[in-house]
């Protein structure tokens, strides 16, 4: 089994750190790491077996499946901010291997529309299906690219202090371009009155978990300019890069321990000074960073006394946790060229209407799924064969309320009853036919299957509703203030998702932010190590 990390014991742990990171998911490491390389001696504390968090994998009945890692883009450019990010924390061991030419295909009813690496014939495939619609694909496509062009101005008060963010938020509106915080069917609706255009463009809606009516546009730009130049996947499997850059944290004298479970931050005379492991002992440090989501941190982890005193509870109540999932892990039979298994993913959907989809099911488990995205992680990844031989994976994921499965959230994993692995039986079988519909040639190959559902999420990653992308990324999410890496307790910072966007990318460039932030003045130490870090191969 990959696990990462070292296994907690008190003993093991030193008293004090310069730095305790609160959870080792891509937000969380990558802040370490940064640390590290500038001189910090840092601990990261993960509750879970193996360190990753949604980037990590995990092993069964002999396949191996990534659980939130499926795709991601500019990485094959090795002058992408986001490329040098990996490769400065991870010292440039991590590697890519990029996806078909078609990176996402969307399914709706019974017709298909492909989305092409590369703007031009990206918009040349949409132009051939919706030709009357070219000049909305173009003005389309340039908004997309302005919007997420933005982001650097948009999100620049992250990295300064609470007091200069509040004088740059006064500003950013005039900065940043009107449809940044406009819903994307308004932005969308402004283009074209092409409904199954529409449907098509926001095809991607489940990469940030809300639909076009609710999500923000910023968010949907991200997404969306993100994988214009298409997809790629680590070598190895999603579980490389906490292995590589785990590494880079123990280089600069600190560990990233597993099975370790903090209860709560120790905070004395207002400032944070260390955390209370589940087992009593306190390890002290001259900053804590969390993360572990907003709300764990600000509901669970922080004081009662501490919440109170900085109004937390009222400011939790201005945000949302995002959607809950089900997703149906498969192991077949035969490689991935024998089955015919695509370097691309499926967006499935019933109808171009993705509200009414949404609430049809949500208001009857009978309705068809509202959305159903597939997975080929065995063909992504190069090295798969070597580890793998004659064996093949896919993920079957849709929305899974968590209301539907809250009567069982008091049960144990793996221990809660015939009604809830009835349930989950039933649920597996509908995504298995979906699944088959459009690759009938994966029925007869099937070996093994199994169905995680919001309480696994919620088991395994303390999301207490399941989430998946941390707080909704709907408008109002984005007007916070306090949702910033300093937080108004002393010595405590916030990373990860909540700090930017969900997904890799924008948890990464959360932890970037937030290292920022902790610097403060001397920040410019970052930058230019992210400008100037050169391979060791290069180097030696």
Known sequence: MKRVGKRYRAKRADDHYDVIVIGSGIGGLANAALLSRLGRRV?????????????????????????????????????????????????????????????????IGDKRYDFCA?????????????????????????LVVRVAGSMRKFFTGQALSPGLNWLYRLVRDQRVPPECTMTVRQVLEGLTANQELIGVLTGQWGD????????????????????????CYPVGGSW??????????????????????VES??????????????????????????????????????????????????????????????CLYAGFKGTAESLGLPRT??????????????????????????????????????????????????????????????QWRD????????????????????????????????????????????LSTEWFNFYDRGEIYGLDHDPDRFRQRWLHPITPVKGLFLTGQDVVTAGVGGALMGGVLTTGAMLGLQQRKLWQLLKTWTPPQAAA
């Open 118 to 142: 590369g703007r031009e014939a990206f918009k040349r495939g949409l132009k051939q299906q919706f030709p009357e619609e070219a000049d909305a694909i173009d003005a389309y496509v340039d």
């Open 345 to 406: 993913n499926l967006w499935i959907y019933p109808s171009a209407r993705h509200e009414e989809n949404l609430a049809r099911f949500e208001a009857d488990q009978s309705a068809p799924l509202p959305l159903v995205y597939v997975s080929f992680p065995s063909a992504k990844d190069p090295d798969w064969p070597k580890q793998y031989p004659d064996k093949s994976t896919v993920e079957v994921i849709s929305l899974g309320p968590y209301e539907w499965f809250e």
């Open 208 to 231: 940030y978990g809300m639909p076009p009516a609710e999500a923000t546009f910023l968010m949907h730009a991200s997404v969306a300019k993100h994988y214009f130049d298409g997809g």
């Open 265 to 326: 931050i120790v905070v004395e005379q207002g400032r944070a000074r260390g955390v209370r492991m589940a087992d009593g002992k306190v390890i002290r440090a001259d900053a804590i960073v969390s993360n572990a989501g907003a709300r764990n941190t600000f509901e669970k982890l922080l004081p009662e006394a501490e919440r109170l005193r900085h109004g937390y509870p009222d400011k939790l109540k201005t945000v949302r946790p995002s959607a809950s999932h089900i």
């Open 411 to 454: 049960s144990t994993w793996n221990q809660r009853g015939e009604d809830y692995e009835a349930f989950k039986a039933g649920l597996s079988e509908r995504l298995l036919e979906v699944l088959f519909q459009h690759m009938p040639q994966l029925r007869d190959a099937l070996d093994y299957h199994e169905l995680s559902t919001p």
């Open 240 to 261: 490389k890069m906490a292995d590589t850059i785990v590494p880079v944290i123990r280089a600069g004298g600190g560990e990233v321990f597993t099975y370790a479970e």
């Open 43 to 107: 601990c990261v504390l993960e509750q879970h077996y193996t360190a990753g968090g949604f980037t990590h994998t995990y092993e069964r009945n002999g396949y191996e499946w990534d659980v939130g890692v499926h795709y991601i883009g500019e990485v094959h450019k090795p002058y992408s901010p986001l490329r040098r990010i990996f490769d400065v924390i991870s010292d440039g061991q991590l590697e890519w291997a990029q996806m078909d030419a078609v990176y996402d295909r969307i399914i």
